[in-house]
């Protein structure tokens, strides 16, 4: 029975991350839109684009890597979850040092022209 507890923790825990991720990502391309100067607008989305198929091919390669050195899936769950967290403290430590914080990170960037 404790076996059967464990296994629907499991699933409810994999379930809600699936859920997290999906919910930040429609959050992630506007965030990168926003942020990013009018004029390097595509160059920067590409560039994040490209390290995202990169991170594609990296993690699933650090996984199995990790899988086989240790014999557990636990390294690899850990080291996906530390650059989980470590890309989450980046964002927050760049946004405080922006001096966008509250309601003003929440608010629409001004719409930019080519022209100014």
Do not use: H
Request: positive net charge.
């Amino acid at each position: 029975m404790r076996e059967r507890s464990e296994e629907r923790f499991g699933l409810a825990a994999v379930t809600l991350a699936a859920v997290g991720s999906k919910c930040a990502a429609n959050l992630f391309w506007p965030l990168a839109q926003s942020t990013l100067d009018l004029k390097v607008t595509a160059a920067g989305l590409a560039v994040v684009n490209s390290l995202g198929n990169l991170g594609g091919f990296v993690s699933p390669t650090l996984f199995g890597y990790l899988e086989e050195t240790t014999g557990s899936t636990n390294g690899g769950l850990y080291a996906l979850s530390a650059a989980s967290l470590l890309a989450t403290a980046v964002y927050f430590i760049r946004r405080a040092g922006s001096g966008r914080g509250g309601a003003e990170a929440a608010a629409p960037a001004p719409v930019r022209t080519a022209s100014g």
